[in-house]
């Protein structure tokens, strides 16, 4: 019994940290430069999609697979995403912040589509499966096969934190910071800002395609309706209930958010009766709809703030933002 | 750049100036928003160590030919040189490397970074901006940035704010918001510097410390190209007074001679009758 639930935990944990990734990403994106992407799931998708094809055997009928390791699959679709995010920076990185957001929306539903659509590369509605597994050598114990599975992601994210920790306590991450708060004032300073708003994007969509690679690796199976803005609005809530601009916020709300909504799917299933769970799924929903509005309300900085950070340098000034007037657009 | 502490004691000699060679110059420059003339066929320059001072009664399009010396607009005609190369083109990033920077008519300090890191931001060339630096030469970034600390804290003595180093900058009043601008422009160590009603909205006790300061800034070499309405304040400070109304250069001169010109009292009162 108690092994079931430490598996069932690394299990649920394992999920959070994929999301933690993509909301990592999200960080870099808004939290430090401001860029309003709304459209997550295309670059998550992507991500997804390219590592599948790149480690899944040979099949008839679609492109590859390719039968390749995984850690190249993984690369792969980290890549494969930067590189759409950077094309797609090239062409929207001007635009202010709503018409970003409608952009990066519009790219997303077409990722989707593409993935629905495209049969011979992305196997259409039926997605693709046998993905091969992390550690699917140990899948007969179940315990030690969820442990290895979450060693395997709680590695990638602390590495992603650091790294990422260290990028925004540089002075790259104060640019980034001066063109969030003032452009005009960033560019009389010779800061370009639409180079360093387009490494952060390119690099943001780059994190969030790892995590659909990984998420689709841990899973094993991928389909285009993983990847509506469904997972765009639930990695937004994920980072405004963790705290904008602070990458610890970020993995914080992750593993809250996906806390909130496995446990209302689990009560939902256990309170409704099968003919009425679809409809009652929609709860979830508005759960963590009712969670962001709770934390908009009482902590508008989100549970962890931004930390106050002049330069790694010089240590860290330990002083919290106080609850911002206005978020800079 | 000069230590902004030496020399506090010498005074700038406007004939030695004169001659001074030209390090911005607007050449017949126009800015038309629609219908509208903002600038119209302007020119002026600004030599190496002058204080030139820019008035007008409000619309005269100060402000304009101020956003397109610095960059932030893009002549509809005319040219803008910096040391004789045409820059009219460039974008508003291109000028701090050109050694023109520029300060705001509204102050825009990043509101919520330190006052401390704000003027961090003004460093030049720094290797710690570049992504992989961070990660193959943290010891140079490191010192670089122990560097630009050192030299933000001594900007932040000479704008007198240091006691709030660590606060955000949204916390400063309109006049330690100007300061802090000050600080932050000269931490990018231009020639020549642009400043943007200085005095505008700010208290007598700190006008004094600003005034004193753009002062010992020129006195250091610095070329100072100043737009205010405080008449008195340019009297002070500019050797030199260039008077512009709807769009166009009227005249220009000493401040005194420049006061006493019946077109300019003109442009500012209107004609009787």
């Known amino acids: 019994m108690s092994v079931e639930l430490i598996a069932y935990g690394c299990f649920f944990l394992t999920v959070a940290l994929t999301y933690a990734i993509m909301c990592l990403g999200l960080n870099l994106q808004w939290g430090q430069t401001g860029l309003f992407n709304v459209g997550i799931a295309g670059f998550v998708a992507i991500g997804a999609y390219v590592s599948a094809i790149l480690t899944t055997p040979d099949t008839a009928g679609r492109l590859g697979g390719f039968g390749l390791p995984m850690a190249v699959g993984w690369l792969g679709g980290a890549l494969a995403a930067a590189l759409v995010s950077y094309l797609v920076g090239r062409l929207t990185i001007r635009l202010r912040a709503d018409y970003l957001a409608i952009a990066t929306f519009g790219i997303a539903a077409a990722v989707q589509l593409c993935a629905l659509n495209l049969e011979p590369i992305t196997g259409g509605p039926f997605g693709i ?3 091969p597994r992390p550690f699917a050598a140990q899948a007969g114990n179940p315990l030690l096969f969820s442990l290895f599975n979450l060693a395997l992601l709680i590695t990638v994210v602390l590495l992603l934190y650091f790294a990422l920790e260290r990028l925004v306590r540089s002075p790259w991450g104060r640019v980034l910071r001066a063109i969030r708060e003032d452009e005009t004032a960033a560019l009389a300073l010779g800061k370009s ?17 790892l995590a659909g690679a990984a998420q689709a690796h841990f899973i094993g199976f991928i389909a285009p309706e993983n990847y509506l803005p469904m997972l765009t609005f639930q990695v937004w809530a994920m980072l405004i209930v963790g705290g904008s601009g602070n990458n610890r916020g970020a993995i914080l709300g992750a593993v809250l958010v996906w806390g909130i909504w496995a446990v209302s799917a689990a009560l939902i299933a256990a309170v409704f009766d099968p003919g009425q769970q679809a409809r009652a799924a929609s709860l979830q929903i508005a759960l963590i709809g009712v969670a962001i509005c709770a934390v908009l309300l009482l902590r508008p900085q989100g549970i962890l703030g931004e930390m106050r950070t002049v330069s790694r340098h010089l240590g860290t000034l330990a002083k919290r933002t106080q609850p911002a007037e206005k978020r800079p657009e | 750049m000069t230590d902004i502490d030496q020399h506090p004691g010498r005074t700038p000699r406007p004939s030695a100036v004169a001659q001074g060679t030209v390090l911005v110059e607007a050449r017949d420059v126009g800015m038309h928003f629609g219908g509208l003339r903002a600038v119209d066929g302007m020119s002026l320059c600004l030599r190496q160590g002058e204080m030139l001072g820019l008035i007008g009664p409000n619309g005269a399009g100060k402000t304009t030919l101020f956003n397109l010396i610095a960059g932030s607009l893009k002549p509809t005609e005319g040219r803008i040189l910096i040391g004789g190369r045409d820059v009219s083109g460039e974008g508003a990033e291109r000028r701090i490397s050109c050694g023109v920077g520029r300060t705001f008519q509204i102050p825009r300090p990043f509101a919520e970074m330190t006052v401390l890191e704000n003027v961090l931001t003004g460093r030049q060339a720094q290797a710690g901006e570049r992504i992989w630096m961070n990660f193959l030469q943290g010891g140079r970034v490191a010192q670089e940035e122990r560097q630009a600390v050192e030299k933000a804290r001594a900007l932040l003595d000479f704008v ?16 330690q918001r100007k300061l802090l601008e000050l600080a932050r422009i000269l931490m990018a160590e231009p020639q020549a510097i642009l400043l943007d009603e200085p005095a505008a909205g700010v208290n007598p006790t700190l006008l004094e410390v600003i005034i004193e300061r753009i002062q010992r800034l020129n006195t250091d070499g610095k070329s100072i190209f100043l737009i205010e309405h405080n008449m008195e304040m340019v009297a002070r400070l500019c050797g030199r007074v260039v008077v512009m109304a709807a769009g166009r250069h009227l005249t220009e001169g000493t401040p005194h001679d420049v006061a006493r010109d019946p077109s300019v009292i003109e442009a500012y009162l209107g004609t009787a009758a």
Do not use: K, W
């Open chain 1, 129 to 131: 499966g046998f993905i």
């Open chain 1, 193 to 209: 800002a639409t180079r360093f708003r387009l490494q952060a994007f390119a690099i943001g969509g780059g994190i969030m395609g």
């Open chain 2, 160 to 175: 007198t704010l240091s006691h709030l180093e660590s606060e955000p900058a949204r916390v400063l009043s309109g006049g």
